[in-house]
């Protein structure tokens, strides 16, 4: 049986969020079922010296028009968010204890972390809104909040993030297919070329 899909993300990441609402029916297409990854670009940047696109000089503009641009392409509603980039700690760890208990449950809630933020402009760095939208997916509050805080949970996240820069990932959206990897949403059309032709 095929491996699944790696998806590399961070929630503040615009390009993850369009890759997101994307992978799943491109990966299903093709027999393939998707691993989500959340990540830590604070963590990667550390290592790679990179920093936000758009803090970047001339990059910076460039990017904030290409993510409404991009988002329009893929048919994919998009407003960008008036505090930007944003902490993702809290709703990467939520993911990780999630889905330790359910997988499709962590998935859902990864959805709507990322929507959270890329459509209704909230504030995924607050811990009371990460635990809100778990407790939509039947997390119990009381129990998540005191798991988001303990040493087990931020050493989890702290061991994807090594074990992502371990294998590369540099950035995010970061997809590997049977170890080939692409970077970018505007990477899924090659990915789908990649699974349907067995690579190029």
Known sequence: MSQPIEFYFDFSSPYGYLASEKIDDLAARHGRKVKWRPILLGVIFKQTGGAPLTTLPLKGEYSLHDFSRSARFLDVPYTHPATFPINTMHAARAYYWLHDNDCETARAFAHSVYRAYFRDGRDIADVAVVLELAT???????????????????????????????????????????GEPFFGADRLPQIERWLAAGGF
């Open 136 to 178: 939509r997916h039947g997390a119990d509050r009381a129990t998540l909040a005191e798991a988001l805080n303990s040493v087990a949970l931020k050493e989890r996240l702290k061991a994807e993030c090594e074990a992502a820069l371990a294998k590369g990932v540099f950035g995010s959206p970061y997809i590997s297919v049977d």
